[in-house]
Nanobody
């Protein structure tokens, strides 16, 4: 079993930055792929970024590529999402997810564990 707790969300002006953190419990974190997803009001949950077990492979949605960075610290059982040049359309609840695999996926259904979400609001 893996428990995930996100933090770092908040209100920021357009062009600003935020760093989300996701702390994971469980001894298997270092072999677990992680992902970030987001869901805006009235929209479906969408893929943001994913990272493999070692951090050596990452993947990003086109909408955030070049602005967001996913990285992990296996010694701290934590995965991060650094978000720069934020836009109002980035406003959403951001979810951290873990899957029983060493490799990430863009599909939400591929993930086995989810955090409770953290709100990110970008004002124009």
């Amino acid at each position: 079993q893996v428990q995930l707790v996100e933090s770092g969300g908040g209100l920021v002006q357009a062009g600003g930055s935020l760093r989300l953190s996701c702390a994971a419990s469980g001894r298997t974190f270092s072999t677990t792929a992680m992902g970030w997803f987001r869901q805006a009001p009235g929209k479906e949950r969408e893929f943001v970024a994913a990272i493999n077990w070692s951090g050596g492979s990452t993947d990003y949605a086109d909408s955030v590529k070049g602005r967001f960075t996913i990285f992990r610290d296996n010694a701290k059982n934590t995965v991060y999402l650094q978000m720069n040049s934020l836009k109002p359309e980035d406003t959403a609840v951001y979810y951290c997810a873990a899957r029983k695999s060493s490799y990430g996926s863009r599909q939400a259904r591929a993930y086995d564990y989810w955090g409770q979400g953290t709100q990110v609001t970008v004002s124009s």
